[in-house]
């Protein structure tokens, strides 16, 4: 099995409810129990955050949302789930007598993830029967955006179940790295301790504050490492004689006494109310919830940006954003509407962060982007798919005419729909209107003319058959139609 076909989630906090999202956003059916008595409420917000930001992360057709159960027990929460993650409080006793019982309930061929954020997987799995299924599975808030997952193998682990728990992780849009040695908060959390510590350094002294201490990271070597990673950052840095040179250069460096790495802060009341007050003064009483939602954001966007890395092939984080959108299309396709007679509504999608200008309007490029997304859905609806692009052929956009009509804002609910204007062996014009789908006022309208081609050859050829069939057919069913007001104008042409 190289998919999960049922989770369950044992814990619904912070990194629980993360879990539980991304879970149900994949398509999978998860089974929850969490004794708090507001774990509805708790994880009901967290999945609402994870939607609003899967609706700007991507377009492509997300699988129906699985199926969200409350149990009364643990054991009902994990009888029949072939992946169990388990997220409570960060206690040894309390995690290894969790993990006991699940191990005692669960399907003999389930796996079982800890979201520990350090505890050892060997001393978790201290009391279980079937400990060679047991790993750590660490994520990164929030879960549903944030791919990795650090696995962690205990010494009764089998490389069966890491491998296994590698694969199941892809097809949920996640990367998991397997740590070879198990130690003490494994690999990111040893690298945020080292950063972490120093910080509190810097504010016990008086050297900034707070928020000073964030905008140096989240204006500089941040948006370094959120693409490239620490080593190869640094192999730039050491110019075209690279990681050696840089070595050679700054690793003196390491010598000098600046750091305090190895000296722990004393986090008494008056440097957490130090702490406290900046980190409230920082925040600007934004909510917590406010600040979920920027974060998320913010992160749509970075991803949406390293998509289009490396040439539109996709860098990092943005590959593999990439992979799974690609996995989605081949999976989703495209089904006809209910009634084909009538202008085909393709795309349905909000105005996100990352497509506005400073007046929170979209801007003009995204405009064509929303309209290119119709024509690449109707190509899809009639065979045009990804296995048809990579086999050498597809239709190419040659000529656009659009018209703005109104205006699209931020967060702002909208729809495209496409009606074929006409057809023959090797061009298809077609005919966009986009609408503000609350009021179904049109916003803008394209017009676009395609043209079949060989790739390889490039130039323009006739479709085959099937392809030529099913666009003819919806093209018989648009005949019938008004010619939409605007098709045929020009540039400059008046109203």
């Given at each position: 099995?190289t998919?999960?076909s049922?989770?369950?989630?044992?814990?619904g906090?912070v990194i629980?409810?993360?879990?539980?999202?991304?879970f149900l956003?994949?398509?999978i059916?998860?089974?929850?129990?969490?004794?708090?008595p507001?774990?509805t409420?708790?994880v009901?917000?967290?999945?609402a955050?994870?939607?609003k930001?899967?609706?700007?992360l991507?377009?492509?057709?997300?699988?129906?949302?699985?199926?969200l159960?409350?149990?009364?027990?643990?054991?009902?929460?994990?009888?029949?789930?072939?992946?169990?993650?388990?997220s409570?409080?960060?206690r040894?006793?309390l995690?290894?007598?969790?993990l006991?019982?699940?191990d005692?309930?669960?399907?003999?061929d389930?796996?079982?993830g800890?979201?520990?954020?350090?505890?050892?997987?060997?001393?978790?799995?201290r009391?279980?029967?079937?400990p060679?299924?047991?790993?750590?599975?660490?994520?990164?808030?929030?879960v549903y955006?944030?791919?990795?997952?650090?696995l962690?193998?205990g010494?009764k682990?089998?490389?069966a179940?890491?491998?296994?728990?590698?694969?199941?992780?892809?097809?949920?849009?996640?990367?998991?790295?397997?740590?070879a040695?198990?130690i003490?908060?494994?690999?990111?959390?040893?690298?945020?301790?080292?950063?972490?510590?120093?910080?509190?350094w810097?504010?016990?002294?008086?050297i900034?504050?707070?928020e000073?201490l964030?905008?140096?990271?989240r204006y500089?070597?941040?948006?370094?490492w959120?693409?490239?990673g620490?080593?190869?950052?640094?192999?730039i840095?050491?110019?075209?004689a690279?990681?050696r040179h840089?070595l050679?250069q700054f690793?003196p460096?390491?010598?000098?006494?600046w750091?305090k790495?190895?000296?722990?802060?004393?986090?008494?009341?008056?440097?957490?109310?130090k702490?406290?007050?900046?980190?409230?003064?920082?925040a600007?009483?934004?909510?917590i919830r406010?600040l979920?939602?920027?974060r998320?954001?913010?992160?749509v966007g970075?991803?949406?940006?390293?998509?289009?890395?490396?040439g539109?092939?996709?860098?990092g984080?943005?590959?593999?954003l990439?992979?799974?959108?690609?996995?989605?299309?081949a999976?989703?396709?495209?089904?006809?509407p209910?009634?084909?007679?009538q202008?085909?509504?393709?795309?349905?999608?909000?105005?996100?962060?990352?497509w506005?200008?400073y007046?929170?309007?979209?801007?003009e490029?995204?405009?064509l982007?929303?309209?290119g997304?119709?024509?690449d859905?109707?190509?899809?609806?009639?065979g045009?798919?990804l296995a048809?692009v990579?086999?050498g052929?597809?239709?190419?956009?040659?000529?656009s005419h659009?018209?703005?009509?109104?205006?699209?804002k931020?967060g702002?609910?909208?729809?495209s729909?496409?009606?074929i204007?006409?057809?023959?062996?090797?061009?298809?014009?077609?005919f966009?209107?986009l609408h503000?789908t609350?009021?179904a006022?049109?916003i803008a309208?394209?017009?676009?003319?395609?043209l079949?081609v060989?790739?390889?050859a490039?130039?323009a050829?006739?479709?085959?058959?099937a392809?030529?069939?099913?666009v003819?057919?919806?093209a018989?069913a648009?005949?019938?139609?008004?010619?939409?007001?605007?098709?045929?104008?020009?540039v400059?042409?008046r109203?």
């Open positions: 099995m998919k999960i049922k989770a369950a989630c044992i814990g906090g629980g409810g993360g879990w539980i999202a991304r956003l994949a398509g059916d998860v089974d929850v129990f969490d004794p708090h507001e774990a409420r708790i009901g917000e967290v999945i955050n994870a939607e930001a899967y609706a700007m991507t377009g492509a057709p997300l699988p129906p949302r699985g199926r159960t409350f149990c009364e027990t643990l054991v009902e929460a994990v009888i029949d789930a072939d992946w169990i993650q388990e409570v409080p960060e040894l006793d995690k290894r007598g969790v006991t019982e699940i005692a309930a669960a399907r003999p389930a796996l079982i800890s979201s520990t954020s350090g505890l050892l997987p060997t001393d978790l799995q009391d279980m029967r079937h060679e299924r047991f790993f750590v599975s660490h994520p990164y808030n929030p955006l944030l791919p990795l997952v650090e962690v193998g010494e682990t089998s490389a179940t890491i491998q296994a728990a590698i694969a199941r992780l892809a097809p949920i849009g996640m990367k998991g790295v397997h740590i040695k198990e003490e908060a494994f690999v990111g959390d040893r690298l945020l301790e080292a950063l972490w510590r120093e910080a509190l810097l504010i016990h002294d008086d900034c504050t707070v000073t964030d905008d140096v990271i500089s070597f941040g948006l370094r959120a693409q490239m620490l080593f190869q950052t640094y192999r840095a050491g110019g075209e690279g990681m840089f050679a690793g460096c390491l010598a000098w006494p750091t790495l190895t000296d722990v802060v004393d986090l008494d009341d008056a440097l957490i109310e702490i406290g007050r900046q980190s409230d003064e920082q600007s009483g934004l909510s406010q979920e939602r920027i998320d954001e913010n992160l970075i991803l949406q940006a390293l998509k289009g890395g490396d539109g092939k996709g860098w984080a943005g590959k593999l990439k992979d799974f959108e690609q996995s989605l299309w999976n989703g396709g495209e089904s006809m209910a009634d084909p007679s202008p085909l509504r393709l795309v349905e999608t909000k105005v996100s962060p990352a506005v200008d007046n929170g309007h979209m801007t490029h995204r405009y982007q929303v309209f997304d119709t024509s859905a109707l190509l899809r609806l009639v045009v798919d048809y990579e086999a052929h597809s239709y190419y956009t040659v000529e659009i018209r703005h009509l109104g205006e699209a931020l702002q609910a909208i729809h729909a496409c009606q204007l006409s057809a023959d062996e090797k061009r298809l014009h077609v966009h209107t503000d609350a009021t006022e049109v309208t394209a017009e676009q003319m395609l079949h060989d790739s390889k490039g130039k050829v006739p479709a085959p058959a392809v030529l069939g099913r003819k057919a919806i018989a648009h005949a019938e139609l008004a010619l939409p007001e605007g098709a045929g104008r020009h400059g042409q109203r």
